[in-house]
């Protein structure tokens, strides 16, 4: 089985940043990509960005520019840089993992405001 723990969420000001971090253990076969979502209340859950097992990352329109995404392979960890937030970025924050099957992290709850 494959845990996902993140941690790295919490209050922030306009402006401001926070990292998330995702460790995935257990057995771990074939990581076709890992990931970032985000649901804010009454809203569906979306995509913010992913990298794929080469690297390459991919970002929701709204962060580009503002969050980063990067991977260290040796660790099967995913980071989320989040950098000029603005209120509209509150949410609870999931991290993905795409194998032969897709993993859930438990969620981090990140809040933006002043």
């Known amino acids: 089985q494959v845990q996902l723990v993140e941690s790295g969420g919490g209050l922030v000001q306009p402006g401001g940043s926070l990292r998330l971090s995702c460790a995935a253990s257990?057995?771990?076969?074939?990581?076709?990509?890992m990931g970032w979502y985000r649901q804010a209340p009454g809203k569906q859950r979306e995509l913010v960005a992913d990298i794929t097992d080469g690297g390459v990352p991919s970002y929701v329109d709204s962060v580009k520019g503002r969050f980063t995404i990067s991977r260290d392979g040796a660790k099967n960890t995913v980071y989320l840089q989040m950098n000029s937030l603005k209120p509209e970025d509150t949410a609870v924050y999931y991290c993905v993992l795409h194998a032969v099957h897709n993993f859930w992290g438990q969620g981090t709850q990140v809040t933006v405001s002043s």
């Open positions: 257990g057995s771990i076969f074939s990581i076709h990509a």
